[in-house]
Structures are given as structure tokens and as C-alpha cells.
């Protein structure tokens, strides 16, 4: 069974902190990561993809893959209240096709 | 440019009745994924396009289930004989597959489908 596991949370931070959000998955064919952002009732939004060892940043948002430990993280720096959503992390495993399969995502919570 | 789109964004239906959901994918993505996320369960995938073709279709629940995509853009997801456990938001996502293993997703704003 190919899992990704997420802690559910909530995970609250006050404004202004660093929000730190993990990810685990189990098939080390794992070849592509990505982070979504899901506000409630709307569909999941595309943040950061990383494919390879490392830290990607992009604004705010730096993602860092370890493959060796099968595990991927989300960094948030300077967290602002319209960050406050679940995200969910999901891998492709190439031997599967192309589908995602998604952890059930981490709730944020931001407070001001 | 116009992300993906899909009709209806609602549907209400009577448990036994067939439903037909939409997706128009972004233009020039030839992937295209349908998953859906019933209340507190994740995304569960169904079924991928490549093209006009169906590879992977290993996560349709059962065969009242069927999908079909044309001329390599519109698909159309249908749920024959609907029952409650049918009810979730269906949602469409398309990828530009060139880059095979990168597989960047794009999501649609959904279809909340309601079996009563």
C-alpha cells in the first residue's frame, strides 16, 4: 500500500512565525513532490513541487526533500492569516502512472 | 491564461439517476485526472487521460463508473445509477505531460455532486 502521511494538526502559529509542516511517504520510487493549499470549499491549489534533494524556496514557501528518509517538508516564513488552510502533500510514483497520491493534509491556523 | 474548468459546480440528484460532470482542461495539457474527496477522506484518484486514451483507470469504484475525453480536451466523468455514498466533490485536474515524471497538477473548482 503506497501511503503519505501527513499530522492532521491543527497546527497554530501566531502571525509572523515560521509554520513548519512534514510529510512521509512510503515507496522510495517516489520521484515528484508537491505541496498544495486548500482553503475550505475551494479546490487544491498547486504551491511548490520539488523533485530532487534539498531545499526549493519560492517567497515564503521553501519546500526541502530527503529521500533517503522518505520525507518532505513545507516551511512558511512569516505566516500571515490568509495562510490559515489545509495542505496537503502528495507524490507521484512513477510505477503507478501519473495519479498523485495525497496524504489527508495538515490544517493551519494562523492567528493575528 | 484560463485554468480548468468544470460544470456543474452543483448537482443535486436522486439516488438512482445518472449524472454526467464536465472538464475543461488548460489548453495544451494533454494529462488529465479526475480524483475525488469526500467530506474528511482524502483525494482518492480515478481515472487519467493521456490524450484521448484511458491508461490508468484503476480508481473507479465500479463499473457504474465511466469516463470518456475527445479530441484531447473536454472529459466527461458519468455516474450511472447514483447511490449516497456517491456524494463528494469530484474534482478535474490537467497536467502538461512533455515533462513525464514532473507532473505538475492544475486543479478545476469542482463539482459538489449530492445523492439524496
Known amino acids: 500500500q503506497k501511503e503519505v502521511e501527513q499530522n492532521s494538526g491543527p497546527l497554530s502559529v501566531p502571525e509572523g512565525a515560521i509554520a513548519s509542516l512534514n510529510c512521509t511517504y512510503s515507496?522510495?520510487?517516489?520521484?515528484?513532490f508537491f505541496w498544495y493549499r486548500q482553503y475550505s470549499g475551494k479546490s487544491p491549489e498547486l504551491i511548490m513541487s520539488?523533485?530532487?534533494?534539498g531545499d526549493k524556496e519560492d517567497g515564503r514557501f521553501t519546500a526541502q526533500l530527503n529521500k533517503a528518509s522518505q520525507y518532505v517538508s513545507l516551511l512558511i516564513r512569516d505566516s500571515q492569516p490568509s495562510d490559515s488552510a489545509t495542505y496537503l502533500c502528495?507524490?507521484?510514483?512513477?510505477?503507478?502512472?501519473?495519479?498523485?497520491?495525497f496524504g489527508k493534509g495538515t490544517t493551519l491556523s494562523v492567528s493575528s | 491564461g484560463a485554468g480548468v474548468s468544470q460544470s456543474p459546480s452543483n448537482k443535486v440528484t436522486e439516488k438512482g439517476k445518472d449524472v454526467e460532470l464536465r472538464c475543461d482542461p488548460i489548453?495544451?495539457?494533454?494529462?488529465l485526472y479526475w480524483y475525488r474527496q469526500s467530506l474528511g477522506q482524502g483525494l482518492e484518484f480515478l481515472i487519467y487521460?493521456?490524450?484521448?486514451?484511458?491508461?490508468?483507470k484503476s480508481g473507479l469504484p465500479s463499473d457504474r463508473f465511466s469516463a470518456e475525453r475527445t479530441g484531447g480536451s473536454v472529459s466527461t466523468l458519468t455516474i450511472q445509477r447514483t447511490q449516497q455514498e456517491d456524494s463528494a466533490v469530484y474534482l478535474c485536474?490537467?497536467?502538461?505531460?512533455?515533462?513525464?515524471?514532473?507532473?505538475?497538477?492544475?486543479f478545476g473548482p469542482g463539482t459538489r455532486l449530492t445523492v439524496t
Open positions: 485536474a490537467s497536467s502538461d505531460s512533455r515533462a513525464f515524471f514532473r507532473n505538475e497538477q492544475y
Open positions: 489548453s495544451g495539457h494533454t494529462a
Open positions: 502528495a507524490v507521484t510514483i512513477l510505477q503507478a502512472g501519473t495519479a498523485l497520491i
Open positions: 487521460f493521456q490524450g484521448n486514451s484511458a491508461p490508468d
Open positions: 520539488i523533485y530532487s534533494n
Open positions: 515507496d522510495r520510487g517516489s520521484q515528484s
